[in-house]
C-alpha cells in the first residue's frame, strides 16, 4: 500500500477578560487550511459580543478527498470558551485508487468546563466507489463534583452523509465502503489536571482515566441493497446535543419529536406516505414520512454521566430526501443556537444550494429494488478495514474478545447441551415480554415504510425484517457472544452437571465475573443510541432472568446473582440494567452452549418475535407468517454458518481483526435506528417499541 498523506490541524479557543472567544493556537498542514471569521463581522458590530462562538472554518485544497489521504482535525475548547467548526463544502470522497490506502478523516475535541463546541462540518458525499473512513472522539471535563449544571461542557454535534450523486457514478448510495464512528467520554481527574499531568500537550487523546458515555458506529456498505434499504431518503444525519447551553434547544427537540402528539381528527389525511392505510391515518406532525415533506425525524435521550450527577444527553436522527430538506430542518430547530452562534451555517448550505442539480434532487429516485430472496451485500464490508485503537485512547474493557477461544458447533470445546434444554431456551412460553415488542415493524408500518401493494406486501414484510436481523448481527450478537464466553470458560463444567452441589455455583471470588458483565452490559447500554431499543431491551433482559432462575435450578445462584445487580437500578445502586443479549448470553454461557448456538437461537428468537408481531398487526395471516418465518430461518442459518461462524474459526487460529470483538459493533442498517425512537412518535400503538 501507499504512505498515506496526513493533513493534520490544530486550533486551541480560550476566553480573553471581557468574555471573548478567541483562538490562541491556530496549526495547519497541507492538505487543510483554517480561516477564522472576523471578530468584528457578527452583525456589523464594531466590538465582537462576548456572547458569540469563535468560528472556524474547516477548508481543502482540491476539490475533494482522495486515496490515501488522511485528515486529521484537533480541537480544544478552554473554560467558558465557545468555538463553532464548520466547513465551506461538503467533504466529497472520490473513486478509490487501486494500491492506496483508504481515505479518513479524524476529528479529536477536548472540552472544558463551561465551554461550549458547535462541531457542525457540512455533509460527507461518498461517490461511487469510494472506500471512507470517519472518526470522531469527544471528550468533555468529568469533574462535576462542584454541582453546579452550568459549569459542564456543553456539545452540539451533527454528523451527516449523502448518498453520492444521482446522474452519476451508477445512481445514489453505490460507495464501496463507508466506516463512521462516534464516542463522547467523560474525564473523572478534569482537563485542566490533566493538561497539568500531560508531558505533551498536544496529544489530545492522552491516557487519561475516561469514561465512555455515548458510542455510535455505522458501516456501510455500498450497492443495490444498500440503496433498497434507503428507500427515497438521500441524507442520513445525526445531532448530539449535550450540556447547558444547548438544553433549551435539546427540550424543545424532545418535545416535539420524542413523543406522540394528540391531533384532531379531522378525517384521513391522503398526503400521507405513498400507499395511505384505509383506516384513519392519525400520525400528523413533520418528520413522519409524508411524500409532500421526505423527512423522517426520531428523538431520544442518552445518559451522559454515569458518576455523581446523572444526566441525559439529547440525540436526534433524521433521514431526508435532499440536503436542502434536512438543512431547513436544522435551521429552523438549531439556527444560531438562541443567539451564541453569529450566523446560522445551515443557511449557508441552503444560499450555496449545493448538490441540487444532480446529486440530490428529489423526485429523480429510480424505482426502488425488491429483494426476492436474502442477501448478504450489506455485511460485504462490514468488517472490512478494522484498525487498532489508537494509543491512549479511550477504549472498551472488551477489546481482546476476538483473541480469545470461542466455539462453535463443530468445535471439540462445545459441550453437549441436551437439545430439550435448548429449546426450552427459545420456547415462545418463556415470561420475558417478547411478544410485547415489534422491533420497529410497528413504526415501519404506520409510517409507510413497508409496501402495500399485494404484489410485493410479503417481499416488503420479508426485507425489513431481514435488515433488522443483519443490524442486530452486527450491533447486538458481539455483546451476546462476548457475555456467553464469559460465564462459559467459568462455569460450563459445573452447569453440566445439574446434581451438582450449589455450593459451589457461586464463590465470593466470582464477584469479579460479576462485574465484568455489568461493564459488558453497560458499554452495550451506550451503543445502543435509541432509548426505546433501550427499553426494551433492559425489560425483556430482566424478565429473562426471573424465570430463568426458576426454570434452571442448577444456575440460580448466579442467575439470580444477576438479577439483584440489574435492580439495583431502579434504587440508582447500579448503573447496570440487564439487556435482553447480554442476559441471554449469560444463561447460555451459564448452562455450556457453545457462541455458535447461542448466536442462532438469538436472531430465530429476534425472528420469530417480529413475525407474530406483524400476526397480531394483520399484516400477515398465521399460516403465511409460519411460511415467512421458516424462510426467514434458513436465511438466519446461513448468516451464522457462512459469516459469524467462520469469524469464530478466524479468532480462533489469530487470522481474524478481532470482528466479533464490542469494540467493532455497528450498523449496518440507518433507517432502523431511526425508526426505532420514531415508534413514540406514533399515536396508537400495540406494542411498546
Not at 415 to 424: A, D, I
Not at 554 to 561: E, M, N
Request: glycine share 8%; charged share 20%; with cysteine.
Amino acid at each position: 500500500m501507499e504512505e498515506n498523506k496526513q493533513g493534520i490541524s490544530y486550533i486551541t479557543a480560550e476566553t480573553r477578560r471581557d468574555g471573548t472567544s478567541v483562538a490562541s493556537e491556530l496549526f495547519a498542514k497541507y492538505p487543510c487550511r483554517l480561516h477564522l471569521t472576523s471578530l468584528s463581522s457578527h452583525e456589523g458590530e464594531d466590538n465582537p459580543s462576548p456572547s458569540k462562538a469563535l468560528t472556524c472554518y474547516v477548508l481543502g485544497y482540491g476539490g475533494g478527498l482522495i486515496s490515501g489521504d488522511v485528515i486529521e482535525l484537533n480541537i480544544k475548547v478552554k473554560k467558558n470558551a465557545k468555538l463553532l467548526v464548520t466547513s465551506q463544502s461538503t467533504s466529497k470522497a472520490f473513486k478509490t485508487v487501486s494500491g492506496r490506502n483508504a481515505t479518513v478523516l479524524r476529528t479529536n475535541a477536548k472540552i472544558d468546563k463551561g465551554a461550549l463546541l458547535f462541531l457542525v462540518p457540512q455533509p460527507v458525499q461518498c461517490f461511487g466507489n469510494s472506500v471512507l473512513t470517519q472518526e470522531t472522539q469527544i471528550i468533555l471535563e468529568g469533574g462535576i463534583d462542584s454541582g453546579n449544571e452550568e459549569d459542564d461542557p456543553s456539545l452540539l454535534l451533527v454528523d451527516w452523509y449523502t448518498g453520492g450523486r444521482q446522474n452519476l457514478d451508477g445512481g445514489l448510495w453505490q460507495l464501496d465502503t463507508f466506516h463512521t464512528t462516534t464516542t463522547v467520554s467523560y474525564t473523572r481527574g478534569g482537563l485542566a489536571q490533566e493538561r497539568e499531568n500531560s508531558e505533551e500537550d498536544s496529544n489530545l487523546i492522552s491516557k487519561a482515566n475516561c469514561e465512555l458515555v455515548f458510542r455510535d458506529a455505522t458501516r456501510l456498505s455500498g450497492g443495490k441493497e444498500l440503496k433498497r434499504h434507503m428507500r427515497d431518503y438521500n441524507i442520513i444525519c445525526m445531532v448530539l446535543l449535550m450540556g447547558p447551553k444547548v438544553k433549551k434547544v435539546a427540550s424543545a427537540l424532545m418535545t416535539q419529536y420524542s413523543s406522540r402528539r394528540t391531533y384532531d381528527d379531522d378525517g384521513q389525511d391522503q398526503s400521507f406516505g405513498k400507499n395511505p392505510s384505509k383506516n384513519m391515518d392519525y400520525n400528523k406532525g413533520e418528520g413522519l414520512n409524508r411524500v409532500d415533506e421526505g423527512l423522517l425525524v426520531s428523538c431520544g435521550t442518552f445518559q451522559t454521566c454515569k458518576e455523581g450527577r446523572h444526566q441525559e444527553g439529547v440525540i436526534v436522527r433524521l433521514a431526508a430526501a435532499t440536503l436542502e430538506i434536512a438543512a431547513n430542518f436544522l435551521s429552523k430547530h438549531i439556527g444560531t443556537l438562541d443567539g451564541q452562534l453569529g450566523d446560522d451555517p445551515f443557511l449557508e448550505i441552503l444560499a450555496s444550494k449545493q448538490g441540487a442539480s444532480d446529486t440530490m434532487k428529489k423526485g429523480h429516485i429510480d424505482e426502488t429494488p425488491k429483494m426476492k430472496s436474502a442477501s448478504f451485500d450489506l455485511l460485504s464490508k462490514s468488517y472490512s478495514m478494522n484498525s487498532t485503537p489508537k494509543e491512549g485512547a479511550c477504549s472498551s474493557p472488551f477489546n481482546s474478545i476476538g483473541s480469545q477461544s470461542l466455539t462453535n458447533r463443530g468445535s471439540n470445546a462445545a459441550n453437549n447441551v441436551n437439545p430439550l434444554t435448548l429449546y426450552q431456551l427459545i420456547d415462545s412460553c418463556v415470561p420475558s415480554g417478547g411478544f410485547a415488542h415489534s422491533n420497529t415493524l410497528e413504526a415501519a408500518h404506520q409510517l409507510h415504510l413497508l409496501d402495500s401493494s399485494n404484489a410485493s406486501w410479503t417481499d416488503s414484510l420479508y426485507s425489513h425484517i431481514w435488515d433488522v436481523l443483519l443490524n442486530t448481527a452486527t450491533s447486538t450478537v458481539p455483546f451476546l457472544v462476548a457475555s456467553c464466553h464469559l460465564f462459559r470458560t467459568r462455569y460450563h463444567r459445573i452447569a453440566s452437571t445439574a446434581t451438582e452441589s450449589k455450593s459451589k455455583m457461586f464463590l465470593p471470588q466470582d464477584d469479579d465475573i460479576i462485574e465484568q458483565w455489568k461493564k459488558l452490559d453497560n458499554l452495550l447500554r451506550n451503543s445502543t443510541t435509541s432509548h426505546v431499543a433501550n427499553r426494551s431491551s433492559t425489560s425483556q433482559g430482566f424478565g429473562m432472568l426471573r424465570a430463568f432462575s426458576i426454570a434452571f435450578p442448577h444456575i440460580s445462584l448466579v442467575v439470580k446473582a444477576l438479577k439483584r445487580t440489574t435492580l439495583k437500578v431502579h434504587s440508582s445502586l447500579s448503573d447496570c440494567t440487564g439487556h435482553n443479549a447480554t442476559c441471554f448470553g449469560a444463561v447460555c454461557g451459564l448452562l455450556g452452549t457453545d457462541e455458535e448456538t447461542c448466536c442462532s437461537m438469538f436472531l430465530y428468537t429476534t425472528t420469530r418475535d417480529m413475525v407474530n408481531a406483524a400476526v397480531r398487526m394483520n399484516l400477515i395471516g398465521p399460516i403465511e407468517g409460519g411460511r415467512l418465518t421458516h424462510d426467514l430461518c434458513l436465511a438466519v442459518e446461513k448468516l451464522v454458518a457462512e459469516n459469524l461462524a467462520n469469524r469464530f474459526e478466524e479468532n480462533n487460529t489469530g487470522s481474524g481483526n478481532g470482528e466479533l470483538d464490542v469494540e467493532f459493533a455497528h450498523q449496518v442498517c440507518p433507517l432502523i435506528e431511526i425508526l426505532s425512537n420514531a415508534h413514540d412518535r406514533l399515536y396508537t400503538r400495540l406494542f411498546n417499541s
